[in-house]
């Protein structure tokens, strides 16, 4: 292993853990979108996402010279799976720009990703590759979006210091679109989940990949397992061997380790300008194969457990799921329901108004709009809870609004009907989550919602 990738490899440990005590610190509150990893599902399904693709290039080394993205189509329908491509649009547009270090993480391209390679452009992406585009979809698998150039949505100063990354909230959904509009345009195809380009969450101005896939209607498509790859190694069997046996001893250890996880790997080069992924492949779907897991895209994985904690054989799940259905955000950021939580002021309007909060929650932080004494316009329910007080479902007190104050029976029975123009069963007080998604199942698929 060089001395680059061993640093690479040192600096992506290094991000995870500093990420995962930010996390610990940082509090968590409900969001329309979620950031799905993997859900609580107790069946033997996962999901597998390919990154960066499509890619007309055969894959290196390659034997009979068909398109990488082709090779792992054919891969996994001998399995009988599914896989979910989060593909990319077009990233010729992004020069002037030369290659750095070879084995580096700017391979591709200094200021820009380049994909599947540098110079290379007209090989890869959907607007290079409609009959690829069309291969995935005949095949039943799905399409995510990678963003249309692959432009990081802002800094990322410890590994890709020297990319150029989008000025503002507006260049992201506007990128955003594009491909959207493409894969509806030329495909018919709605598009339901997004990855950032390297995860990276943070816009220049203020605001961040939530933002942008609120105004889409996106959820974040994360990853909960790393089918590796895309780590150049001493060799391609030693890459072909990472991608395999981490997914072996796992497996060994536990069977069900990876019920209800989503497994990252790419439809392109790693550093070295290699695919393992074209051998691993195949070794890994046998190996689940003799687990007994199927193999399914994300929204099918979805389709079956929504969430994180909730598995399908909890009471509160068919009522959480209805509500989720429905429109309802009783999801916080993590994916996560938390029933035993006690539900706050702020949350319930949350619960009611979260998916129309999107643009309205933009509009207030560009203004610096407060909406209360005490809810200033970068609070994360600001634009919710204005929502609900021009709907005459929650009142001020004073001018202030108390969002982090548990709801009483007499603010929930009030917001029902005021909303709902229906009465409710007063429920117990402290409430829970678990108990106001009991209640609201009644009103799911309400059009006042």
Not at 24 to 29: K, L
Not at 54 to 76: F, H, I, Q
Not at 276 to 303: I, M, N
Not at 313 to 322: L, N, Q, Y
């Amino acid at each position: 292993m060089s001395a680059v990738t061993k640093a690479i490899g040192l600096a992506k440990k290094l991000k995870h853990r500093y990420q995962d005590e930010i996390r610990a610190r940082t509090p968590v509150y409900l969001s329309p979108v979620r950031r799905i990893e993997r859900v609580s599902l107790p069946q033997r399904v996962c999901a597998m996402t390919f990154d960066d693709g499509p890619c007309r290039l055969p894959a290196n080394p390659s034997s009979d010279g068909k398109p990488l993205t082709l090779s792992l189509l054919e891969s996994l329908e001998a399995f009988g799976a599914r896989g979910t491509f989060d593909i990319v649009g077009d990233t010729s547009e992004n020069y002037p720009d030369k290659p750095g270090k070879a084995g580096s993480a700017s391979w591709g391209g200094i200021r820009y990703d380049h994909y599947p390679d540098i110079h290379k452009d007209a090989d890869g992406g959907a607007v290079h590759c409609p009959e690829l585009v069309q291969r995935i979809l005949d095949g039943g698998h799905e399409i995510t979006s990678h963003t249309y150039r692959h432009v990081l949505y802002g800094p990322k100063p410890l590994v890709y210091g020297g990319r150029q990354p989008f000025e503002n909230l507006a260049e992201v959904t506007q990128d955003l679109r594009r491909l959207d509009e493409l894969m509806r345009r030329d495909y018919g195809y709605a598009i339901r989940l997004s990855r950032p380009p390297h995860y990276v969450d943070s816009t220049k101005d203020g605001f961040t990949s939530y933002d942008a896939h609120a105004l889409l209607g996106y959820q974040y498509l994360a990853a909960s397992f790393d089918g590796a790859g895309w780590l150049p190694l001493a060799s391609f069997d030693a890459e072909v061997d990472a991608m395999l046996c981490p997914m072996k001893r796992a497996l060994e250890q536990n069977p069900d380790c990876l019920c209800g996880q989503i497994i990252f790997q790419k439809d392109g080069y790693n550093m070295a300008r290699r695919s393992p992924v074209a051998q691993a492949l195949p070794k890994q779907l046998a190996l689940l194969q003799q687990y007994g897991y199927r193999v399914v895209t994300v929204s099918e994985l979805l389709s079956l457990c929504p969430f994180a904690d909730l598995s399908p054989e909890s009471p509160v799940f068919a009522p959480a799921k209805a509500l989720l259905e429905a429109g309802f955000c009783i999801c916080y950021r993590d994916n996560t329901v938390r029933p035993a939580q006690i539900l706050t002021r702020g949350e319930l309007c949350m619960f009611a108004f979260g998916w129309k909060t999107a643009a309205r929650r933009i509009e207030l932080v560009q203004t610096k709009t407060r909406v209360c004494r005490d809810v200033p316009c970068r609070h994360p329910y600001a634009a919710a809870i204005e929502l609900a007080l021009e709907r005459g479902c929650m009142q001020q007190r004073d001018g202030r609004f108390f969002p982090d104050e548990p709801v009483s029976p007499e603010d929930f029975s009030g917001f029902c009907r005021a909303l709902f123009a229906q009465e409710t069963r007063s429920p117990q007080s402290p409430i829970t989550h678990a108990q106001a998604i009991e209640l609201l199942a009644a009103f799911a698929g309400r059009e006042t919602l």
